[in-house]
């Protein structure tokens, strides 16, 4: 269901399920919980590519366990979401940085875990799709509040409700995606931005993924007391006094 490979600093974790365009079912879900479960323990692991194997990313949930039996259906959805909300918490959590690769269709809760990382990288060929209130019912996987966030309210309706396709360049104009790279060197773009990112201060990073995930809620006062706490702890660091000896001794640090 999930296969993980690591290289020096970078871990990546792709999806397995591609004659199904890794649609999410429980065992993939529970798959992908076991994968990034204690990452964030693990200060060797300095980023991480969450990918998809084949023609998408994720296209979605598996519908065909709601089809199979429909008068279960709020039981199925409590038992999938509850397995997919721990996955959108472990990474919204995780000190080092996650970047999703994306290509293909990406459609329903393949949207809100793309959206749930900390950086996207798009293929040309991908594009984006709600869904979710052509079935009936509304987003799940942190959608709605990411896309307020990133779009906000009127967009993020209008993405939502109309269930028009977005691609990927209208998704990087929208500010959804960091870059649209060709289909062909989508997993070395991923590898090269994760190699940049995997020599910065472990510390650094940790800080600056919650300051910024504060800022969505917070004031710019209460911001302003974060950071000071934030920079003070981190000038305590072997990271801090190594950046800057090597600021004065004028070469890259070596976190």
Known sequence: MVRTERHGAVLTVTMN???????????LADALLAAF??????????????????????????????HADLAAAPGTASFLIDRFHGLM????AMPQPVIAAVQGPVAGGGVGLALACDLVIAAQDATFLSAYTKLGTNPDGGTTWTLTQ?????????????????????????????SVVPGSELGNAARALAER?????????????????????????????????????NAGSDDFREGIAAFFEKRAARF
Do not use: H, W
């Open 17 to 27: 399920r591609p004659k199904v365009l890794n649609v999410l079912d429980e065992a």
């Open 89 to 92: 918490r472990l990474i919204k």
């Open 197 to 233: 990112l995997s020599v910065g201060s472990f510390g650094a990073t940790k800080a600056t993924k919650e300051l910024v995930r504060a800022a969505t809620t917070g004031s710019f006062d209460e911001q302003l007391n974060l950071e000071k706490q934030a920079f003070v702890t």
């Open 150 to 178: 990133l779009l906000g309210p009127r967009r993020a309706l209008e993405f939502v409700l109309l269930n028009d396709v977005i691609n990927a360049e209208d998704a990087l104009r929208l500010g959804l995606v960091n």
């Open 37 to 66: 479960t204690g990452l964030g323990e693990d200060r060797s692991i300095r980023a991480v590519i969450l990918a998809g194997a084949g023609r998408s990313f994720m296209a979605g949930g598996d519908l065909s366990r709601f």
